[in-house]
């Protein structure tokens, strides 16, 4: 890449020469780089469109119209709804602090309280529905297996 000749009239014409090499080395590392960098950006676009497509494939919408609806509640939670911090507290003790006073006061709980508090259950509670119960059997539900007498089980032979 240097130089070779020292003389004065071409030296003129080795540096032109010398200078047109520089020139297309520094083009050829300059389409290098951008050639580097497209591939690069290339290679980003590749993964980016296989994680989406990786994506898609676990995209479960489409089934979800096919299932059917489930209803939602119609009254959430009071205790997703409810944190407790001091002053909540505060207030939820002098609310229940009232609703004892009234129901202690309430004629039909003084007069049989156990029996109050069971109908007021029995109007508050959903009613659940009992399945029948399968019978058992003696052992426990489970089932014997009849032993063969070892006479039956071994091949007979007869003699004469």
Do not use: W
């Not at 009239?9 to 960098?37: G, M, Y």
């Not at 497209?38 to 479960?60: E, M």
């Amino acid at each position: 890449m240097g130089k070779r000749s020292s003389r004065p009239d071409s030296s003129s014409k080795a540096d032109k020469k010398f200078e047109k090499k520089l020139q297309f080395h520094a083009k050829v590392r300059d389409t290098i780089a951008s050639l580097t960098a497209k591939k690069d950006i290339t290679k980003k676009k590749k993964k980016l469109r296989s994680r989406q497509k990786k994506l898609k494939a676990y995209d479960l919408s489409v089934m979800s119209e096919s299932l059917p609806e489930l209803k939602a509640p119609k009254q959430p939670t009071v205790a997703a709804d409810f944190k407790l911090n001091c002053k909540s507290r505060q207030q939820l003790i002098l609310k229940e602090g009232k609703q004892l006073s009234a129901v202690l006061k309430h004629p039909a709980f003084q007069a049989d309280p156990l029996a109050a508090i069971h109908q007021h259950l029995q109007s508050t509670q959903p009613v659940s529905v009992e399945k029948p119960k399968k019978k058992k059997t003696i052992n426990g539900g489970k089932k014997k297996k009849s032993k063969k007498s070892k006479a039956s089980s071994r091949p007979q032979s007869m003699d004469i």
